[in-house]
């Protein structure tokens, strides 16, 4: 058995990336400084990766007839990503 889902032809993977960080308040020069960019962390099924972009996604539904229902869908750009390790 492997990932707890041998039935789906995803590889489980762990994605380390790096995403933008907003805020519409008021700040200091030294809060602005401090202003770091978020480090994310994603885990589920690799469902596609091009040049572009990855895609994920962390649950599905597999019903009878083999067909597959997506659900908990990320879509990452590849310049984003600083590492990716299948589980």
Do not use: H
Request: proline share 6%; net charge positive; glycine share 6%.
């Amino acid at each position: 058995v492997t990932d707890g889902a041998p039935d789906i032809p995803y590889p489980r993977v762990r994605v380390e990336w790096i995403d933008c960080v907003s805020d519409s308040g008021w700040a200091t020069d030294k809060e602005f400084d401090r202003m770091k960019l978020a480090r994310p962390v994603n885990e589920g099924w690799l469902y596609s990766k091009d040049k572009k972009a990855i895609k994920l996604f962390a649950s599905f539904d597999k019903e009878d007839d083999g067909s597959i229902t997506f659900g908990d869908r990320t879509m990452i750009p590849r310049q984003c990503v600083k590492k990716m390790t299948k589980i």
